[in-house]
């Protein structure tokens, strides 16, 4: 299993060198020139190509970008162009805020979506199963800065229960939260509920149900470690996109997290802060997916047991 895990960490390595050559060379082309943003319009053209000389703007693209991974690589990420401070210290600044609303969010995507799912494919075609599909469809239909303000001007403006824009207190994610769970709790739930309508009707439930097992039983020890591995996997896609996603939801609660400083770093050209943002968003998002990874071997022993008998014939 540690080979495994390893072996992993070592392929996240050319797949986030593969996102900042991409991101460096969409920067690139991208049209603008740094120096003349900095410096404005009125500036002269020799203090421009000072500026592009100090910002290394003059050296070949591969240059500056080996240059960049080196320094990056040794926590060096740079000087922001747009406030000449260090980007590493901006972005652990306002990291929190990002992590903290996509984790809240999928805590409220897990503790109803998973649930639900499970009761709808248990009362197939019920109420209860016709209220959550379309429910799920409803959700999944809103845009987030459409839903996001029309619960604004519901429970801060209207009913004065919450606070409109962001804060660092809890009742500042609430809103939050709701809006950037919304389209995720839609899609786990269908997730579910196909899972968990494929297992229970296998032959080793009705085994199990002719046993005597009760229905808790079989639907939690049986039905649900069986149907978890796709619920699992749509899980982690999900918190992955849930930190890159945010940039919506930043916006319309002014909230201070990378999202809206992406969007103000890309308007001005500030490369070394567009990059250190995709590496750690790629980096975190490769994170998940290793842990996604290990918890299939957990929750399916079969997997582990491929493994082993993969590594006895290479031996």
Do not use: C
């Given at each position: 299993m540690a080979r495994y895990i390893l072996k992993r960490i070592?392929?996240?390595?050319?797949?986030?060198?593969?996102?900042?050559l991409l991101v460096f060379s969409m920067l690139e082309l991208s049209p603008g020139d740094p120096a003349q943003i900095i410096l404005g319009m009125r500036a002269t053209p020799e203090a421009l190509e000072n500026l592009r000389e100090e910002m290394g703007l003059n050296q070949p693209f591969w240059t500056r970008y080996f240059n960049y991974i080196i320094n990056a690589v040794q926590g060096d990420f740079g000087t922001s162009w747009r406030t000449n401070l260090p980007v590493f210290n901006e972005i652990m600044a306002r990291l929190l805020t990002t992590v903290r609303l996509a984790l809240g969010a999928m805590v409220l995507v897990v503790a109803i979506g998973i649930p639900v799912?499970?009761?709808?494919?248990?009362?197939?075609?019920?109420?209860?199963?016709?209220?959550?599909?379309?429910?799920?469809?409803?959700?999944?239909?809103?845009?987030?800065?459409?839903?996001?303000?029309?619960?604004?001007?519901?429970?801060?403006?209207?009913?004065?229960?919450l606070p409109a824009m962001g804060n660092n207190e809890v009742s500042g994610y609430i809103l939050p939260w709701i809006t950037l769970a919304a389209s995720y709790l839609a899609t786990l739930v269908r997730m579910t509920r196909s899972s968990m309508l494929e297992v229970i009707r296998a032959d080793y439930i009705k085994m199990a149900r002719a046993k005597g097992a009760?229905?808790?039983?079989?639907?939690?020890?049986?039905?649900?470690?069986?149907a978890l591995l796709p619920i699992v996997t749509i899980v982690g896609m999900n918190f992955a996109g849930l930190l890159g996603g945010t940039v919506i939801i930043e916006q319309v609660f002014t909230l201070n997290g990378l999202g809206s400083l992406a969007i103000t770093s890309v308007r001005q050209l500030d490369v070394p802060m567009v990059?250190?943002?995709?590496?750690?968003?790629?980096?975190?998002t490769s994170v998940i997916n290793l842990i996604v990874d290990v918890l299939y071997v957990y929750i399916d022993p079969r997997l582990k047991s491929q493994y082993v008998k993969i590594r006895k014939a290479r031996g």
């Open positions: 070592l392929l996240m390595i050319p797949v986030v060198l593969g996102i900042s799912g499970i009761l709808s494919a248990v009362k197939q075609y019920s109420l209860l199963d016709n209220m959550a599909l379309t429910g799920a469809l409803i959700l999944s239909s809103m845009p987030a800065f459409w839903l996001g303000t029309l619960l604004i001007l519901l429970f801060a403006l209207k009913l004065s229960w009760n229905e808790r039983q079989v639907i939690l020890r049986h039905a649900l470690r069986n990059m250190a943002e995709v590496l750690f968003i790629a980096l975190i």
